[in-house]
T-cell receptor
Framework: NAGVTQTPKFQVLKTGQSMTLQCAQD?????MSWYRQDPGMGLRLIHY???????DQGEVPNGYNVSRSTTEDFPLRLLSAAPSQTSVYFC??????????????FGEGSRLTVL | AQTVTQSQPEMSVQEAETVTLSCTYD???????LFWYKQPPSRQMILVIR??????QNATENRFSVNFQKAAKSFSLKISDSQLGDAAMYFC???????????FGAGTQVVVTP
């Protein structure tokens, strides 16, 4: 099973460039989300979606954009990259309806460096 | 606001010994899930154990067990018979909503010494 697939795994950007982190899941999960991980701060929620066409902001949404046109895909867009966006990014998904174990399934992470 | 606190940035344990990681949280919800995730150097997030708040019985998974104190809003993880492969960052992550939104503590780095 593929589970949650994130691409790319590594990316280096220059300040001001834009890019899209791709995320796809094949488990028919309603809920999908993006987190960023920074040292000493755990994982912080950027954006999330509870179904196709429905997205909402998390704790740290500024500088990021998302869309959910299909159940499977949830891309994260950096509109104009800044050094403060240097981080490891995780896409995660879960079931939202019974039988709902509540568990989040994670992608392998994407390390982004903004110079 | 709901917060999650892991007060131990790092814990060291010898092989075969036991270590306990602490986690406290703040919420006004009565029904929720609690999770511990492990993140080894590979960066992969691995579910270690889950607990439903409505269950009084503490969850166990092989060498991993929790001490869930709902009134105290405490959710500690005990690793028994520690192994070198247990070395990783451990995150406490409650889920307070009905959709899937997890909140994460800052993490505790577990170091296992031979």
């Amino acid at each position: 099973n593929a589970g949650v697939t994130q691409t790319p795994k590594f990316q280096v950007l220059k300040t001001g460039q834009s890019m899209t982190l791709q995320c796809a899941q094949d488990m028919n999960h309603e809920y999908m989300s993006w987190y960023r991980q920074d040292p000493g701060m755990g994982l912080r929620l950027i954006h999330y979606s509870v179904g196709a066409g429905i997205t909402d902001q998390g704790e740290v949404p500024n500088g990021y954009n998302v869309s959910r046109s299909t159940t499977e895909d949830f891309p994260l867009r950096l509109l104009s990259a800044a050094p403060s966006q240097t981080s490891v990014y995780f896409c995660a998904s879960s079931y939202s309806k019974a039988p709902n174990t509540g568990e989040l399934f994670f992608g392998e992470g994407s390390r982004l460096t903004v110079l | 606001a709901q917060t999650v606190t892991q007060s131990q940035p790092e814990m060291s344990v010898q092989e075969a010994e036991t270590v306990t990681l602490s986690c406290t949280y703040d919420t006004s919800e009565s029904d929720y899930y609690l999770f511990w995730y492990k993140q080894p150097p590979s960066r992969q997030m691995i579910l270690v154990i889950r607990q439903e708040a409505y269950k009084q019985q503490n969850a166990t998974e092989n060498r991993f067990s929790v001490n869930f104190q709902k009134a105290a809003k405490s959710f500690s993880l005990k690793i028994s018979d520690s192994q070198l492969g247990d070395a990783a960052m451990y995150f406490c992550a409650p889920r307070f909503d009905s959709w899937g939104k997890l909140q994460f503590g800052a993490g505790t780095q577990v170091v296992v010494t031979p």
